[in-house]
């Protein structure tokens, strides 16, 4: 999508094993957030930023982290991945113009 | 408690229907957005509202905030707009959203 690009597409980890996604944005926009998507629960928040190294949980946090050295970059890292972060995960950049928000290609994680 | 409502949750149409989503919604919001998911697919913002009416092609947004109501309309329906519809809010009280679980729109030709 315009302007944000999602790393890896899809991915298949064993339990237990660390996992780092990677959101890029080319528009320097202050607001980067990652959520996760399951059936039944649609979309959820994982984690947000307002900045570099400026980052605030939300309301799925456990068990992920995130990081913001650059304003291109946001990764979520999951330190120990368990099967019940297997989902769709999907960055997203508030571009403040007037669709308000761009979301990235989404990210699907198996953990097995 | 759910923030965002939805409704219907699911919807068939045959093509060329006139098709209402509706969305209600139960805090103060700075803005509301309309998006849309194709199957296996990204996520796209179609509109954001925080007053009145939009209107895109075929699609056309409207909000009502002292009702805390908001409708997505589609005139003249085509299989291609087969798909869910979310709505989600921005909290007067923050920057994230509140996600409705979304309307699953199934255009028949």
């Known amino acids: 999508d315009a302007g944000i690009t999602q790393s890896p597409r899809h991915k298949v980890t064993e339990t237990g094993t660390p996992v780092t996604l990677r959101c890029h944005q080319t528009e320097n926009h202050r607001y980067m957030y990652w959520y996760r998507q399951d059936p039944g629960h649609g979309l959820r928040l994982i984690h947000y930023?307002?900045?570099?190294?400026?980052?605030d949980k939300g309301e799925v946090s456990d068990g992920y982290s995130v990081s913001r050295s650059k304003t291109e970059d946001f990764l979520l890292t999951l330190e120990s991945a368990t099967s019940s972060q297997t989902s769709v995960y999907f960055c997203a950049i508030n571009t403040a113009n007037d669709y308000g928000y761009t979301f990235g290609s989404g990210t699907r994680l198996t953990v097995v | 408690k759910n923030e965002v409502e939805q409704s219907p949750q699911n919807l068939t149409a045959q093509e060329g229907e006139f098709i209402t989503i509706n969305c209600s919604y139960s805090v103060g919001i700075s803005a509301l957005h309309w998006l849309q998911q194709h199957p296996g697919g990204g996520i796209v913002s179609l509109f954001m509202l925080s007053s009145g009416k939009k209107k895109h092609g075929r699609l056309i947004a409207t909000i009502n905030i002292q009702e805390k109501h908001s409708s997505l309309h589609i005139t003249a329906s085509h299989p291609r707009d087969s798909a869910v519809y979310i709505c989600?809010?921005?909290?007067?009280?923050?920057?994230?959203?509140?996600f409705g679980t979304g309307t699953s729109l199934t255009v028949i030709p």
């Open positions: 989600a809010v921005v909290p007067n009280t923050g920057n994230q959203f509140y």
């Open positions: 930023s307002y900045g570099v190294k400026d980052t």
